[in-house]
């Protein structure tokens, strides 16, 4: 008796401790909200704006609770989305106590068109007289094109520097079916349409190989072109550099005058407190551009920010990034649901004047495309509605922007991969000859299993789902035609799933005019005959509260995974789409490709 009375009381207390421990808890997490909520960083005089990204650059900062209290560990490496970052840069310009930037990277983690972004705002930045200094142990290709235009460059005196030229890489997981026992059943449209290549195949074919050559020498040509202007160096020189690998070591870099300096990180330092007149023996004045976001002023990205003047009319920028799918989606994907609400809102609200679609997407499904595209041709009947696309804008990506008044892009944009595809796994060997499993069944009518993973396509079946595919590829070219003002006959030549760069489209008639979002936003309002507006996004990010109260479990599990893999998630990303990419119609870019 006297043990049971003991387990009683050891339970009631562990009870108590394990409530007190959670109201702890929570009161911390309540505390951190208002106190993040509250968060003003003062800027001293004369100080640094340090810009250094430790995480993969998103469209938009997230709305991360976790990250914002610093729990789990998750605050040290905040993400901070292109929006913040342009906004930021472009505050720093007019703010007299930030004196210069100072660009502290080794690897960025960025595609070609978002680093464009953020390289032509630093161009802009230095029209205010002030300076940028980039120093790094490592200087990548990504990161060294981004600190090519800063007044000084300096590399660690035993550091590395790499300009090799630019490799693209598909992964390929034919030979890993094979032995699995598992056949990818391919439907397609596109003699160019490479996103099936994976399956079927254990390396590029011809007409692939063609146009990955064609649009990598065009982004490659563009970056040679960019370091050749900021950095006064001939542009065939640079490609003579890259391709005979004449910087080995950081003297090379030096002596062929792509970095003006080999500093150790303290000399670095000095340097700057010279530049913002700091006494040697002080600290430097420097805020990180993660708590400059929280300095006092306006920032350009946020809801209620006067762009110009006061003025109760708007431009609303709609973000599209990921990939397209069916239903609400999440931060990382285009949910043909959410888009839609979004443009809806937007057509209805009387002060959206103007519609800025940020579109950044290698494409998905072909039918939640088609949904979103529908929006976006009945918005643009009451407004104007300008495309801005970011790193990639292909397939499902161009369809969503095929109806816009005018669509942008970067030189290094991505677009174009206008083709469908259905990929439909024949699993008879794998389920037979390694798990010991057949299947049976009695059915209704003839086409009843159509699709059934147990067996192989008939040819009759085979039949249906091209005819399907055709006709969706008819649709597709018919959208783009419709909207870009050519002929289904033209758009067929230029599509066939073959991708180009925004350089490229821009020759080709896919996009209007080369630019980022800026100049999309002042092109949304010179249409709209607006001199004085606000900006408003959407679709709009959930409060730190709701947050916290969806899916919490999820959201750690994503906040850590994403902090422990860095780079690698989007590998984990893709294994995670598989499943959709098997089961419906795809308009999408090949399945990865990455650029070195």
């Known amino acids: ?93 007019t703010d007299d106590n930030i004196k210069g930037i100072f660009l502290n990277q080794s690897y960025l983690e960025s595609g070609q068109a978002t680093t464009e972004e953020i390289r032509n705002a630093l161009i802009d930045f230095k029209k205010s007289k002030k300076f940028i200094v980039a120093y790094a142990e490592v200087y990548t290709q990504s990161f060294y094109y981004l600190a090519s235009v800063a007044d000084k460059v300096y590399l660690n005196p035993n550091g590395y520097f790499d300009l090799s030229g630019f490799n693209s890489e598909v992964t390929f997981f034919k030979g890993t079916l094979d032995k699995l026992g598992i056949e990818a059943q391919v439907i397609k449209v596109g003699t160019y349409k490479s996103a099936v290549e994976p399956f079927i195949l254990t390396e590029m074919s011809a007409a692939n190989k063609l146009q990955v050559s064609s649009y990598l020498n065009s982004m490659y040509n563009h970056f040679l072109a960019g370091i050749s202007k900021t950095r006064g160096v001939n542009r065939d020189s640079l490609y003579s550099y890259a391709d005979k690998l004449k910087i080995q070591y950081p003297q090379d870099a030096l002596k062929y005058k792509l970095v003006d300096g080999l500093k150790y990180k303290d000399e670095v330092l000095n340097d700057l407190k010279k530049r913002t007149e700091t006494d040697l023996d002080d600290d430097l004045n420097s805020v ?81 495309s088609d949904v979103i595209w529908r929006e976006v041709a009945l918005t643009k009947k009451a407004k104007p509605v300008i495309v801005s696309m970011g790193d990639v804008a292909a397939s499902g990506g161009y369809y969503i922007s095929a109806a816009a008044d005018s669509i942008f892009a970067q030189p290094n944009t991505i677009t174009g991969s206008i083709g469908i595809f259905a990929v439909l ?78 350089e490229q489209a821009l020759k080709i008639g896919l996009v209007d005019r080369l630019g980022n979002i800026d100049d999309a936003v002042k092109s949304a309002a010179k249409m709209a005959k607006l001199k004085s507006y606000k900006l408003v996004s959407y679709p709009e990010q959930e409060s730190m509260w709701g947050e916290l109260g969806s899916g919490m479990s999820a959201k750690i599990k994503e906040s850590m995974l994403k902090s422990e893999l860095g780079d690698k998630y989007t590998y984990y990303q893709q294994v995670k789409s598989l499943e959709s990419i098997m089961r419906v119609p795809q308009a999408r870019l090949p399945f990865n490709v990455v650029i070195k």
């Open 1 to 93: 008796m006297k043990q049971f009375f003991k387990f009683v009381l050891a339970t009631v207390v562990g009870i108590i401790l394990t409530s007190v421990i959670m109201m702890i808890l929570t009161f911390a997490i309540i505390g951190g909200i208002i106190s993040s909520a509250e968060k003003t960083v003062v800027v001293d005089a004369n100080s640094i704006l340090t810009i250094q990204f430790k995480q993969p650059i998103t469209e938009r900062t997230p709305n991360d609770p976790l990250a914002e209290l610093g729990l789990f560990g998750l605050g040290k490496n905040k993400v901070i989305g292109l929006d913040d970052i342009l906004a930021n840069i472009k505050k720093a310009k």
């Open 288 to 368: 990180s551009i993660t708590d400059y976001i929280h300095s006092s002023g306006k920032n350009a990205t946020d809801d209620n920010d006067e762009v110009e003047g006061s003025s109760s009319e708007r431009i609303a920028i709609i973000y599209a990034n990921g990939e397209i799918i069916s239903g609400e989606g999440d931060n990382e994907t285009i949910g043909s649901e959410k888009i839609s609400k979004a443009l809806r809102k937007v057509r209805l609200d009387k002060k959206v004047k103007a519609v800025v679609l940020r579109v950044n997407s290698p494409g998905g499904s072909s039918l939640a």
């Open 425 to 502: 796994p024949n699993m008879q060997k794998f389920f037979n000859d390694k798990l010991g499993l057949t299947f049976d069944n009695v059915k209704t009518g003839s086409y009843a299993d159509l699709g059934d993973a147990s067996r192989p396509l008939t040819p009759a079946e085979r039949g249906i789902l091209q005819n399907q595919v055709n006709r969706g590829y008819s649709i597709f070219t018919k959208v783009v035609a419709d909207g870009r003002k050519k002929t289904q006959a033209y758009v067929d030549s230029i599509g066939q799933g073959r991708v180009w760069t925004g």
